[in-house]
Each structure stands twice: as structure tokens, then as C-alpha cells.
């Protein structure tokens, strides 16, 4: 599935589709290819969405997006895996057995649990199975705070809670832990990187700005461009969360609710 080759920083992305374009599968590629990477994908599930939310969700078939993955690894193969939006626990254990298959990869789990709008995207049974089955594969799991709370069963408001639902997620299995901190109150928006030999913090001014669809979708898919294209774990985070900041402040100012990110600033400078 991959060659012996350096990497070419191909990204296979396992998520569903925002028809706003802001999240999903739409803002993975536009951020891998921002990157300087090269993305792949099997598009999980077709949703209805714009800034102001979601409004259908229709899922894929197991067995097409099982066969979307295979092609694409079976031809042009991959560098890293990202997944994304999954939708209920079959497709939890079927993602599963796919990272099972291609054991070399470094996979970059994003749980995504709730929509910016507010919308569910994964029922409890889920839940558990991304909790049993894709958190011990996790070569990077990337959670907010009301994520990291559902999976590690932990209150996370503060720095000190980040750091202890990380430490109970390693515990579960994931290699590396990114408890992202923008749901946690404060002026400045606290990052924890947690590895089992050690952590790293990340720290930012907070962005006053209603332009935040798809910011980890976003920061998930930087992190796994940075992982195919061979940097060490802690410098793709760094990377990642910089190009996610300036696509923030640089946003274009769609839409009525929660905007999207200027994905392409890298390519205008």
C-alpha cells in the first residue's frame, strides 16, 4: 500500500461530505493540498449543511466506502490516514478493520461527535465503538473538550482536566493525544500534545471571530499532511495549528452562521 520511497505526503481521508464546503471531506482536501500534500478519499456520508447547520445526513453504504479506501490505497496508495465524520458503529468497526490493514500508517483519528451548528453526527453506540475500537489505533487522536469528555468519561474545563482526560485516553490506547482546548473558557487557547514520554503545550491568543466551521476537521487533516510528509509528531502539530490560525484570520466571510476557514492562504503567499 505504500512504497519505500520518501513521503510523498498522500493523505487517505475517511469522512463525510459538507455540501457548504467548509468542513468534512471539502475542507480535508483543500487543507492537505494546502499543505503540499496529495488527498485521497472515501466519503462516508452525503450531508446537507451550510454555516447555520446540518439538515440531512445521508449515510454511505459500508461496503462502497470499505471499497473507496481499498482503491485508492491499492493504486496510489497513502502516506497517512485521517478519518472524520463516521456516523454509527458499523462504520466505526469497519474503519477499524481498514487500519488494521494498512498497520504502517500513521492514523489520525478526529472523533467527530457534534456539528459546529450543534447537530449530533454519532450516536452512543458509537461512541463506544470509536472508544474501543479506533482510539487503541490512534496514532494521533485529535479531541475537543465535550469529545474528550465522552470518550474518557472526564469533565474537561480547565488546562488541568485536559491533561487528565489526555492521560486516561492514552490509557485506552491512542500513541498521542492533541486535547484541543478552544472549548475550554479563557483569553488564550491551550493545545496539550500528550505522548507516553512526555507532553508539549501549545498556546494562542484567542480568535474573536465567528469564522470557525470546520476547525478541526481542519487542524486534524494539517496534522496528518505533516505526518505523510515525514515530519516528527510535535512539529506537524505546530505547523498544523499555525496554518489553522491564519485561516481563521485571514477567513473570507461566507455564509450567515459559523464560516468557513481561508483554506488557500499558503497558496496566495
Not at 33 to 42: E, N, P, Q, S, W
Not at 220 to 237: I, W
Amino acid at each position: 500500500m505504500t512504497s519505500s520511497t520518501a513521503p510523498l505526503g498522500r493523505v487517505l481521508i475517511i469522512a463525510g461530505s459538507d455540501s457548504g464546503g467548509g468542513a468534512g471531506i471539502q475542507a480535508d482536501l483543500k487543507t492537505v493540498m494546502a499543505l503540499g500534500g496529495y488527498g485521497v478519499t472515501a466519503i462516508t456520508a452525503v450531508t446537507v449543511q451550510n454555516t447555520l447547520g446540518v439538515t440531512g445526513v445521508h449515510p454511505i453504504p459500508v461496503e462502497i466506502v470499505l471499497a473507496q479506501a481499498r482503491a485508492v490505497l491499492g493504486d496510489i496508495g497513502a502516506d497517512a490516514i485521517k478519518t472524520g465524520m463516521l456516523g454509527d458503529a458499523a462504520m466505526v468497526e469497519a474503519v477499524a478493520s481498514l487500519l488494521d490493514e494498512a498497520p504502517g500508517l500513521p492514523a489520525v483519528v478526529d472523533p467527530v461527535m457534534i456539528a459546529k451548528g450543534g447537530a449530533a453526527l454519532l450516536p452512543a453506540d458509537a461512541i463506544a465503538a470509536v472508544r474501543s475500537l479506533l482510539v487503541p489505533r490512534a496514532g494521533l487522536l485529535t479531541p475537543n473538550a465535550p469529545e474528550a469528555e465522552a470518550l474518557a468519561g472526564l469533565a474537561v474545563e480547565s488546562l488541568d482536566d485536559q491533561w487528565r482526560a489526555g492521560e486516561a485516553l492514552l490509557k485506552l490506547g491512542a500513541k498521542a493525544v492533541l486535547m484541543k482546548g478552544g472549548h475550554v473558557a479563557g483569553d488564550r487557547v491551550v493545545d496539550l500534545l500528550l505522548t507516553p514520554t512526555g507532553e508539549t503545550v501549545f498556546e494562542t491568543d484567542r480568535q474573536d471571530t465567528r469564522h470557525t466551521h470546520g476547525t478541526g476537521c481542519t487542524l486534524a487533516s494539517a496534522c496528518a499532511a505533516g505526518l505523510a510528509q515525514g515530519l516528527d509528531l510535535a512539529t506537524a502539530v505546530a505547523q498544523a495549528g499555525a496554518y489553522v490560525q491564519e485561516a481563521m484570520a485571514s477567513a473570507p466571510g461566507l455564509g450567515q452562521g459559523h464560516g468557513p476557514l481561508d483554506h488557500g492562504w499558503t497558496l496566495r503567499r
